[in-house]
C-alpha cells in the first residue's frame, strides 16, 4: 500500500496562484503512475490531471488545461500541481492518487489515495 500526502492547499483569491504536492511512502514501487482530482461541495469527484513515472505522459482535464501543470519531482516520489489563473469554480478538495495505469488513474480507479486538500479561491 502507498501512502499518500498531500499539501499546499489554502485560500487564494481569484487569479492568483497555489502549488499542491503529493509525497508518497510506503512500499518500494515503480512506474506508478499518479494523479490529482478534485470535489466540489454537492459534484462528483473529477480528474484534474495525470502523470507517467517518467513524467515523460501526461493528462490534464479540458477544464483546466492552460492554466495548471502537473510535473514529478526529481525523486518520482513525489508529484506537484502547480495552479495558475484560479477561478472560483477551482474551489474544491484536491486528492492526490497513485496507480500502475494511466487509464486506472484517469478513471478514477486508482488504489492510493491521499486524505486531500482544502483550496478556496475567492472572487
Known amino acids: 500500500q502507498v501512502q499518500l500526502v498531500e499539501s499546499g492547499g489554502g485560500l487564494v483569491q481569484a487569479g492568483g496562484s497555489l502549488r499542491l504536492s503529493c509525497a508518497a511512502s510506503?512500499?518500494?514501487?515503480?512506474?506508478?503512475?499518479m494523479g490529482w482530482f478534485r470535489q466540489a461541495p454537492g459534484k462528483e469527484r473529477e480528474v484534474v490531471a495525470a502523470?507517467?513515472?517518467?513524467?515523460?505522459?501526461?493528462y490534464v482535464a479540458d477544464s483546466v488545461k492552460g492554466r495548471f501543470t502537473i510535473s514529478r519531482g526529481s525523486g518520482k516520489n513525489t508529484v506537484y500541481l502547480q495552479m495558475n489563473s484560479l477561478k472560483p469554480e477551482d474551489t474544491a478538495v484536491y486528492y492526490c492518487?497513485?496507480?500502475?495505469?494511466?487509464?486506472?488513474?484517469?478513471?478514477?480507479?486508482?488504489?492510493?489515495w491521499g486524505q486531500g486538500t482544502q483550496v478556496t479561491v475567492s472572487s
Open positions: 492518487a497513485a496507480d500502475d495505469g494511466m487509464s486506472t488513474v484517469v478513471a478514477g480507479a486508482a488504489g492510493s
Open positions: 502523470i507517467s513515472w517518467s513524467g515523460g505522459s501526461t
Open positions: 510506503g512500499r518500494p514501487f515503480t512506474n506508478y503512475f
